[in-house]
């Protein structure tokens, strides 16, 4: 009996010793004693896809394949190439990994709740990333980080109606529809709008995150509606960009008053960004790929080590105008 208690305390001194040393060697933000060393997890990455694309998307995945090799993290990472099938049918090869922690970005936030359910009901903790799924999947994941896409939605939107003076009418180009950051954003617009009565919304198209859709949405608009447009309301500052680049030609052609439209998205990029700064361009949020990647990582790693976290963590996110555009370095994307 004395021998048995002898190895008991043996291994459990061991386990301490263990401990401390994980706790000596894990960062500081990690916030919590490690189950394991860092380099001992493995993180399944399941992403919407866009790789090839979408720059945003392309500097993010660089980024979390940066930290997880500076932290020795094995990654797997799949890519559901913007199909929200195939990105439901690939979960069960993550899950059979048995990974310490799946992250989602969802390619559709309803669409992907069965697939999370299957790696809940496997015993292995969810985190989403960027996209927010749908309520109905709340309660299988453990947390998600990222931008708070509805928050930046009513950034832009009362920024943009008090540029105009509350009233006003005002086309949208929204994100992909079924998409989370789209749709919130895009919610977020009208539900703060129901508080000016006098401002009008006279339509909106989905502009899909891209420069030539977002120009071609506004020719459009410009052709049916011409000078009663006072403002745009884009989802991200690349269809921002190609709406800004089509009311110029306008205004070249006499359509538009110069100076009149005023312009605000929820998400800047480096060519909105250059026009905010020479006064073209009204205003944008700030939401970086590799600040995302780095916050939702760390978000991630916590989970994965059995560390607390909140349900929900949001990357800060400021709006940029004119006056403090300089205080930020230009975005890489």
């Avoid at 994941?141 to 930046?152: C, E, L, M, R």
Wanted: proline letters at 5%.
């Amino acid at each position: 009996m004395r021998i048995a208690n002898v190895i008991a305390a043996t291994w459990m001194a061991a386990g301490l010793t263990l401990g401390a040393a994980y706790a000596a060697d894990a960062p500081d933000w990690l916030g919590g004693a490690p189950k394991k060393p860092l380099d001992q997890l493995h993180m399944g990455f399941s992403f919407q896809g866009g790789v090839g694309g979408n720059i945003y998307v392309v500097q993010y995945v660089d980024k979390l394949k940066a930290l997880c090799k500076q932290y020795g993290i094995d990654l797997t990472i799949l890519d559901a190439e913007n199909d929200p099938a195939k990105q439901s049918q690939q979960m069960p090869d993550l899950i059979s990994q048995q990974p310490d922690v799946i992250v989602v970005w969802a390619a559709n936030g309803k669409a992907i709740v069965p697939a999370i359910k299957q790696v809940h009901d496997a015993g292995i903790p969810v985190v989403t990333f960027n996209a927010q799924i749908d309520k109905s999947g709340q309660d299988d994941i453990v947390a998600h980080a990222g931008p708070n896409d509805y928050k930046q939605g009513v950034q832009a939107a009362e920024t943009l109606i008090q540029a105009l003076g509350g009233k006003g009418n005002i086309v949208e180009i929204r994100g992909t529809v079924g998409f989370g950051p789209g749709d919130q954003r895009a919610q977020a617009f009208l539900d703060t709008a129901k508080k000016y009565p006098d401002m009008k919304l006279l339509d909106v198209q989905a502009g899909n995150w891209s420069q030539g859709q977002g120009q071609s949405i506004m020719e459009n608009f410009i052709t049916r509606f011409g000078k009663q447009i006072d403002g745009v309301l884009s989802s991200d500052g690349y269809s921002g960009t190609g709406a800004y680049l089509a009311v110029k030609a306008a205004v070249a052609a006499g359509q538009i008053e110069a100076k009149h439209i005023k312009f605000v998205d929820p998400n800047i990029v480096a060519t909105n960004y250059d026009l905010i700064k020479a006064g073209e361009y009204t205003a944008a949020v700030l939401q970086t790929p590799q600040d995302d990647a780095e916050f939702s990582f760390r978000v991630a790693v916590k989970v994965a080590e059995g560390v607390q976290v909140p349900k929900d963590n949001f990357l800060p996110t400021p709006m940029l105008t004119i006056d403090n555009v300089g205080n930020y370095p230009r975005p890489g994307f």
